[in-house]
Each structure stands twice: as structure tokens, then as C-alpha cells.
């Protein structure tokens, strides 16, 4: 069995990781680290230490009223993507632990596209 990072546990909720297949489990966030476990085999973690979280990108669609996903990029094993129940709890929870500032939202579809488009003709 896995030991929990964590010592003291703000928030526990169930949730989705999508890394290579799609992972059931539950997310726990606590004074040490984010944890995602799997919903049936022990052997399925992952344990994100706050020191660790380069930024927290959430996708917010229609103005904030729904954030269907939310992603943890560490500063040295890449991004976690994750959805949950109740996602404003969880970033509320990860907001205690992690600045403000390395707090963002992704780039919507349109703003990818006007990316694409302005990037292409500066660069003639």
C-alpha cells in the first residue's frame, strides 16, 4: 500500500486522470501534496508535492460557470490532467497551497486559432 505524503487532508473528491487510459479514483489534497489513487488497484498513484507544482491550468468555459478539466505541470515529470466533481473545490483547496500567480487559464479554442494565424504572419 502507497503511504500518503500528506499528514493533514483538506479535501478529498472523486476524480478522473487522463494520462495514457483513463484513471478513476480519488483526488486528496492536503498541507504536503496533491495525491490522485486509483479507484480499485493500490498500485496506480500519483503524488504531486506543492513544492513540485510549476503551474495549475483550468479550463474555464462559458465566463467561469463550467470547468470541465484541469491540468498540474510539475517542474520536472510533465502535466497531469485531471476532472473531478466538483472542480471549483479543488482549485479553491490547491489556490491554499500553490500562488495565485502560477494559477492560469488555458488558451480557448479561438485565441489558439488567432495564435496560429498572428504567429505565422509575423514571422514573414
Do not use: C
Not at 486522470?17 to 480499485?40: L, N, P, V
Not at 465566463?63 to 478539466?69: H, S, V
Amino acid at each position: 500500500m502507497v503511504q500518503s505524503l500528506n499528514t493533514k487532508i483538506d479535501l478529498i473528491v472523486k476524480a478522473t486522470s487522463f494520462t495514457a487510459f483513463t484513471e478513476y479514483g480519488q483526488i486528496m489534497i492536503g498541507d504536503k501534496a496533491f495525491e490522485f489513487y486509483h479507484q480499485h488497484d493500490p498500485r496506480k498513484y500519483i503524488q504531486i508535492p506543492w513544492n513540485e507544482v510549476d503551474y495549475v491550468i483550468a479550463s474555464v468555459l462559458f465566463n467561469g460557470k463550467w470547468i470541465p478539466r484541469y491540468s498540474i505541470q510539475t517542474k520536472t515529470n510533465g502535466t497531469f490532467t485531471f476532472a473531478s466533481k466538483e472542480p471549483k473545490k479543488v482549485l479553491k483547496a490547491i489556490r491554499i497551497h500553490v500562488d495565485g500567480q502560477k494559477m492560469v487559464r488555458s488558451l480557448g479554442f479561438f485565441d489558439v486559432l488567432k495564435r496560429a494565424f498572428f504567429a505565422k504572419k509575423n514571422k514573414k
